[in-house]
């Protein structure tokens, strides 16, 4: 791992680092899981391919037809005013026309259904005419192979369909059916270990004392292990002292290529997390340039990835998707991929000082004039967890950026990114 910083670490007051450069190192730092296993397509959804899938048959498997109509011979209607062609049989999806068609011929058709050998194209049945057993059409209206899909036109036998680190979504698990695969090969899933550190916290279901407040991170985490697609164990709420945080390092680190807590990473007299990772693991770096989330801790625990998030709810969602959602990524086996970024107008002054990178919250519509438009969920303490709700998006704000006035366009990334 990269230690460059770990001297940052005795000294708090050292420069602190930039989100590129903290996101950079974490996924340098971070493996990707090595194991595959071979899955039936019911179990892959959301799994990451480990291997490239090729297709051993053309997509579709044969020319069929686009529409329901006539399958006709496009040189029979060359030249006439009005063609008459004659029902010589049909072919249904799943239940071909075996004969052969002559000149003078047509075929009934539907979607889907294979084109007889010697028809070219399809005639929509909405364009004909049909009299008994003849059917009548304008030929000025017909374009020589219209309607007719290719074999091969999707995917070629021989084609790779998909390639490794792809996450096998909906589209993905219909696609290789489309191909005849039915089982794949993808990454085992990645195991995530967390809880929660601090005195003051009691699970719901609990009444308050005088002093406590509900934990929310593990909720939270809960929420975003589980979208992440991600095996995970909750080992609850952990009391801020240093045996029982080192027990818990112990046991997280033990059953989880990656252990994340929440609280105790800021330099209260309570907080035992960076010590303990020091103690037990590696630590890298413990202050970003961001706001919320400054203290983050991140390094290793025997073989496991460990972050350390800050306690408060708005900077744990904010580090898990900004830090912990790239590295779990990785570590699943995805393909890289670049966040979803767009420029909105806003629709608020906002406050900010030049110092550190702050993800505001923000709600993303589209104005009268359809352009985009983005208005403040107000409060933006890093304890205020309903903005997070009211919010569909970022507000990312650079470190430079001395505040937005009221039209400024800034910079935004949809929580439908993550
Ligand atoms: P800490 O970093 O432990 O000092 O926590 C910072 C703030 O976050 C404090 O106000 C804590 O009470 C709060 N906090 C810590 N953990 C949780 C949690 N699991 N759920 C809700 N709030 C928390
Ligand atoms: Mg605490």
Same mark, same amino acid.
């Given at each position: 791992m990269n230690d460059t910083t770990v001297d940052c670490c005795a000294d708090p007051s050292q420069k602190l680092l930039s989100l590129e450069q903290g996101r950079q190192r974490i996924l340098d730092a971070v493996p990707a899981v090595a194991d595959h296993e071979q899955l039936h397509l019911h179990a892959a959804l959301n799994r990451v391919l480990a291997e490239p899938v090729v297709s051993a048959i053309d997509v579709p498997?044969?020319? /069929?037809?686009?529409?329901?109509?006539?399958?006709?011979?496009?040189?029979?209607?060359?030249? +006439?005013?009005?063609?008459?062609?004659?029902?010589?049989?049909?072919?249904?999806?799943?239940?071909?026309?075996?004969? !052969?068609?002559?000149?003078?011929?047509?075929?009934?058709?539907?979607?889907?259904? #294979?084109?007889?050998?010697?028809?070219?194209t399809v005639l929509m049945q909405e364009h004909v005419?049909?009299?008994?057993?003849?059917? !009548?059409?304008?030929?000025?209206? #017909?374009?020589?192979?219209?309607? %007719?899909?290719?074999?091969?036109?999707?995917?070629?036998?021989? =084609? =790779? #369909?998909?390639?490794?680190?792809?996450?096998?979504?909906p589209s993905e698990?219909?696609?290789?059916?489309? %191909?005849?695969?039915?089982? #794949?090969?993808?990454?085992?899933?990645?195991?995530?270990?967390?809880?929660?550190?601090?005195?003051?916290?009691?699970?719901?279901?609990?009444?308050?004392?005088?002093?406590?407040?509900?934990?929310s991170n593990r909720y939270a985490l809960y929420g975003l292990l589980s979208n992440a697609g991600v095996d995970f164990h909750d080992l609850g709420v952990i009391p801020d002292q240093r045996d029982a945080v080192r027990k818990a390092f112990q046991q997280a680190a033990s059953i989880a290529d990656l252990v994340l807590t929440s609280g105790g990473v800021s330099v209260g007299e309570a907080d035992f997390v960076t010590e303990t990772l020091e103690e037990l693991g590696e630590i890298?770096?413990?202050?970003?340039?961001?706001?919320?989330?400054?203290?983050?801790?991140?390094?290793?625990?025997?073989? +496991? %990835?460990?972050?350390?998030?800050?306690? /408060?709810p708005v900077s744990v969602m904010v580090t898990f998707y900004q830090f912990v959602l790239p590295a779990i990524r990785k570590m699943r086996g995805e393909q890289a991929r670049d966040p979803l970024l767009?420029?909105?107008?806003?629709?608020?002054?906002?406050?900010? +000082?030049?110092?550190?990178?702050?993800? !505001?919250?923000?709600?993303? !519509?589209?104005? +009268?004039?359809g352009s985009w438009v983005v208005s403040t969920t107000g409060l933006q303490g890093s304890h205020v967890l309903s903005s997070m709700s009211h919010a569909n998006c970022?507000?990312?704000?650079?470190?430079? /950026?001395?505040?937005?006035?009221?039209?400024?366009?800034?910079?935004?990334?949809?929580?439908?990114?993550?």
């Open positions: 498997p044969f020319a /069929n037809s686009a529409m329901d109509g006539y399958a006709i011979r496009h040189a029979d209607s060359a030249n +006439a005013a009005l063609c008459t062609l004659t029902v010589a049989g049909e072919s249904f999806a799943g239940r071909p026309f075996d004969g !052969q068609l002559e000149s003078g011929q047509c075929i009934r058709i539907m979607t889907g259904a #294979v084109m007889p050998d010697s028809a070219d005419e049909r009299n008994g057993e003849q059917i !009548q059409f304008a030929p000025a209206n #017909v374009r020589a192979g219209e309607n %007719v899909r290719h074999a091969g036109e999707d995917t070629r036998a021989g =084609q =790779q #369909v998909l390639e490794p680190g792809k996450v096998l979504g698990l219909g696609l290789l059916a489309s %191909v005849g695969v039915g089982e #794949v090969r993808v990454r085992r899933k990645l195991r995530v270990a967390f809880f929660s550190t601090g005195d003051e916290l009691t699970s719901v279901g609990t009444p308050l004392r005088h002093g406590q407040i509900y934990d890298n770096f413990w202050r970003m340039a961001m706001k919320p989330g400054k203290p983050l801790a991140f390094g290793k625990l025997g073989d +496991a %990835v460990f972050f350390g998030l800050p306690g /408060n767009f420029e909105a107008r806003c629709a608020n002054s906002l406050k900010k +000082a030049a110092g550190r990178a702050e993800f !505001q919250r923000g709600i993303l !519509q589209r104005d +009268a004039d970022f507000i990312l704000l650079a470190a430079e /950026n001395t505040g937005v006035s009221e039209g400024d366009s800034v910079l935004v990334q949809p929580f439908s990114d993550f």
